[in-house]
């Protein structure tokens, strides 16, 4: 018999409030953004009460109060044979298990004990201990995994998880706050106010008197970066995917370990493991320099993205964009030495422009020009109420910011301010990793293949930014163009638009995976033309035609079953 996990999400409103009330964010809400986003389904809960009302195998503590109630019904949950998985809280049911909270510790890394030989340790940002309370706690914990203060050299700290056999149930408690590490790397350590601190090296002036998403960048300039073979520095570790993946694995060992099984839908649809997506910025909007940048798109097969910034180019060329397959997307302009500004009516005005300009009624994408940025959400805010389904602001401005800047080369939803609730913004982010190559000023192609490297490691979405005007200006950048797709081929990727990205990322996320106790695989949704893969968690106790290959994912052991709807 296969035994499919019931996973509920514990988001208790109560406790929510109570930290709104206070000013404080609730990050551990982006617990429902990660599983959505690795095709688990799951049931969230809005009160504690709501666990004895439902089988749930497993119950992840995402946001919930440390009160006396709360604890009593996690742990009488755990007694009777259930699985709670919690990051940095959970002080209460730890004093019932004989533990107290220690010291809290800020920015540390870990080594988790699933890295490979060579892996870097995984930068966060929050963590919170527990040390035993008296000289017989009432739970032995399995460790797993270090963490350590401030460095990756650091002074060691505790261990990044533990697992404690409560009754018949368990506790795996990660040290580490992942969800609000995962949200700051993504989305910066705060709103943007006021310039940012520039590399002691020169190679990162972000201080410019521009405020943009790179002023709040979570990561560090002298522990994060690495140089290439011709000297580029560049952050080199997607660490919000990988604690994204981190997260997930321990949940399915979890779910397997008790013989069970938990299916997930693939991050792509069948023959297709990790992406390539190129934008253009078409900055000077002189029509040579489109018509340049088509012919060599042309040549090297790859269609595209195109933001456009008012004044932007002829009709005839918006014509030939579109003929070619390419996508046309909006620039927003908030630069103050262009005569731009930032707010919402010169944001619908500049979009109504392109539309009216290019003859499109809907436009998908937007990227600011020079990645301008201010506050938190604001701009997420006016892309839903715009209708602009996706944005790629999230980048690197200068010559030493370049790489996963953001921790990711996922797609994902952010989540607002605790101003707004913490709720998820309906926008599609996908940041980009570096623009145009060999340029002086920028970065060359020696970070080209440490780039394909990475994403192809976590599957995810290896984002090029190249300008028209230096497409036409410079050879060497075309080279560059050449010299990316070719490695990327080479590699495996497959060419995406961001429209593409967005629109199978919100398919995907309304398909559900199933598994019936005979082992009969099933997938619910609307139909289109996808081969969706749906991964299952291999159990040796399961029955029914699952195959007898696995892949691994998340570091498990999967059978792999593809679904057309």
Same mark, same amino acid.
């Given at each position: 018999?296969?035994?499919?996990?019931?996973?509920?999400?514990?988001?208790?409103?109560?406790?929510?409030?109570?930290?709104?009330?206070?000013?404080?964010?609730?990050?551990?809400?982006? =617990?429902?953004?990660?599983?959505?986003?690795?095709?688990?389904?799951?049931?969230?809960?809005?009160?504690?009460?709501?666990?004895?009302?439902?089988?749930?195998?497993?119950?992840?503590?995402?946001?919930?109060?440390?009160?006396?109630?709360?604890?009593?019904?996690?742990?009488?949950?755990?007694?009777?044979?259930?699985?709670?998985?919690?990051?940095?809280?959970?002080?209460?049911?730890?004093?019932?298990?004989?533990?107290?909270?220690?010291?809290?510790?800020?920015?540390?890394?870990?080594?988790?004990?699933?890295?490979?030989?060579?892996?870097?340790?995984?930068?966060?940002?929050?963590?919170?201990?527990?040390?035993?309370?008296?000289?017989?706690?009432?739970?032995?914990?399995?460790?797993?995994?270090?963490?350590?203060?401030?460095?990756?050299?650091?002074?060691?700290?505790?261990?990044?998880?533990?697992?404690?056999?409560?009754?018949?149930?368990?506790?795996?408690?990660?040290?580490?706050?992942?969800?609000?590490?995962?949200?700051?790397?993504?989305?910066?350590?705060?709103?943007?106010?006021?310039?940012?601190?520039?590399?002691?090296?020169?190679?990162?002036?972000?201080?410019?008197?521009?405020?943009? =998403?790179?002023?709040?960048?979570?990561?560090?300039?002298?522990?994060?970066?690495?140089?290439?073979?011709?000297?580029?520095?560049?952050?080199?570790?997607?660490?919000?995917?990988?604690?994204?993946?981190?997260?997930?694995?321990?949940?399915?060992?979890?779910?397997?370990?008790?013989?069970?099984?938990?299916?997930?839908?693939?991050?792509?649809?069948?023959?297709?493991?990790?992406?390539?997506?190129?934008?253009?910025?078409?900055?000077?909007?002189?029509?040579?320099?489109?018509?340049?940048?088509?012919?060599?798109?042309?040549?090297?097969?790859?269609?595209?993205?195109?933001?456009?910034?008012?004044?932007?180019?002829?009709?005839?060329?918006?014509?030939?964009?579109?003929?070619?397959?390419?996508?046309?997307?909006?620039?927003?302009?908030?630069?103050?030495?262009?005569?731009?500004?930032?707010?919402?009516?010169?944001?619908?005005?500049?979009?109504?422009?392109?539309?009216?300009?290019?003859?499109?009624?809907?436009?998908?994408?937007?990227?600011?020009?020079?990645?301008?940025?201010?506050?938190?959400?604001?701009?997420?805010?006016?892309?839903?109420?715009?209708?602009?389904?996706?944005?790629?602001?999230?980048?690197?401005?200068?010559?030493?910011?370049?790489?996963?800047?953001?921790?990711?080369?996922?797609?994902?939803?952010?989540?607002?301010?605790?101003?707004?609730?913490?709720?998820?913004?309906?926008?599609?982010?996908?940041?980009?990793?570096?623009?145009?190559?060999?340029?002086?000023?920028?970065?060359?192609?020696?970070?080209?293949?440490?780039?394909?490297?990475?994403?192809?490691?976590?599957?995810?979405?290896?984002?090029?930014?190249?300008?028209?005007?230096?497409?036409?200006?410079?050879?060497?950048?075309?080279?560059?163009?050449?010299?990316?797709?070719?490695?990327?081929?080479?590699?495996?990727?497959?060419?995406?638009?961001?429209?593409?990205?967005?629109?199978?990322?919100?398919?995907?996320?309304?398909?559900?995976?199933?598994?019936?106790?005979?082992?009969?695989?099933?997938?619910?949704?609307?139909?289109?033309?996808?081969?969706?893969?749906?991964?299952?968690?291999?159990?040796?106790?399961?029955?029914?035609?699952?195959?007898?290959?696995?892949?691994?994912?998340?570091?498990?052991?999967?059978?792999?079953?593809?679904?057309?709807?």
């Amino acid at each position: 018999m296969t035994k499919m996990a019931n996973v509920a999400v514990l988001n208790d409103r109560k406790a929510i409030t109570k930290l709104h009330a206070y000013g404080l964010n609730a990050f551990g809400l982006y =617990a429902c953004e990660v599983l959505s986003h690795a095709g688990i389904t799951y049931t969230e809960l809005a009160s504690v009460d709501e666990i004895a009302e439902g089988a749930y195998d497993v119950v992840i503590a995402a946001v919930c109060g440390e009160d006396e109630r709360t604890a009593a019904a996690l742990t009488a949950y755990m007694e009777r044979g259930g699985i709670v998985v919690n990051c940095a809280g959970l002080n209460k049911v730890g004093a019932k298990l004989g533990y107290a909270k220690d010291e809290e510790v800020g920015v540390g890394y870990a080594y988790l004990d699933e890295a490979e030989d060579g892996d870097a340790p995984l930068r966060f940002l929050a963590a919170v201990p527990w040390r035993q309370a008296g000289p017989e706690p009432k739970a032995s914990p399995t460790a797993s995994g270090r963490i350590v203060r401030e460095r990756p050299d650091g002074q060691a700290a505790a261990p990044a998880l533990q697992s404690f056999r409560v009754g018949n149930g368990s506790l795996l408690r990660w040290t580490v706050d992942i969800w609000s590490t995962i949200v700051k790397l993504q989305q910066g350590l705060g709103p943007v106010l006021e310039d940012g601190v520039p590399a002691e090296d020169g190679t990162g002036a972000v201080n410019d008197g521009i405020l943009k =998403a790179d002023d709040l960048a979570a990561v560090d300039w002298r522990l994060d970066r690495l140089t290439t073979e011709t000297g580029m520095p560049y952050f080199p570790y997607p660490y919000a995917d990988l604690w994204r993946e981190a997260f997930v694995g321990t949940l399915l060992r979890a779910i397997v370990d008790r013989g069970m099984t938990l299916p997930f839908v693939a991050y792509y649809p069948d023959g297709v493991s990790h992406v390539l997506m190129m934008s253009h910025d078409s900055d000077g909007n002189k029509d040579e320099y489109a018509v340049k940048t088509l012919e060599l798109l042309a040549e090297v097969g790859l269609k595209t993205t195109w933001c456009m910034l008012e004044p932007g180019y002829g009709k005839p060329v918006y014509e030939r964009v579109k003929a070619a397959g390419h996508e046309l997307a909006f620039h927003y302009n908030a630069l103050d030495s262009q005569k731009g500004f930032w707010a919402e009516p010169e944001f619908a005005r500049q979009l109504q422009w392109l539309k009216d300009a290019a003859d499109i009624a809907e436009v998908t994408s937007n990227k600011n020009h020079y990645t301008r940025f201010e506050g938190w959400g604001e701009l997420f805010e006016w892309c839903e109420r715009y209708g602009i389904a996706a944005d790629q602001t999230r980048g690197p401005s200068k010559k030493g910011n370049v790489g996963m800047l953001f921790g990711t080369c996922h797609p994902y939803f952010p989540i607002a301010w605790s101003t707004d609730g913490n709720r998820m913004y309906d926008v599609l982010e996908m940041s980009f990793l570096t623009q145009d190559l060999e340029l002086s000023t920028l970065s060359d192609n020696s970070v080209i293949r440490p780039f394909l490297e990475q994403v192809k490691r976590v599957s995810g979405v290896a984002h090029f930014l190249y300008h028209q005007v230096h497409i036409f200006n410079h050879e060497a950048v075309r080279d560059s163009i050449r010299k990316l797709v070719r490695e990327a081929r080479q590699l495996g990727f497959e060419f995406w638009t961001g429209k593409k990205v967005n629109d199978w990322e919100r398919y995907r996320r309304t398909l559900r995976a199933a598994v019936a106790e005979d082992g009969t695989v099933s997938l619910e949704g609307s139909s289109s033309s996808y081969d969706v893969v749906v991964y299952i968690p291999a159990n040796p106790g399961a029955t029914g035609d699952l195959g007898s290959g696995t892949e691994k994912r998340f570091g498990v052991s999967c059978h792999k079953k593809v679904i057309r709807l």
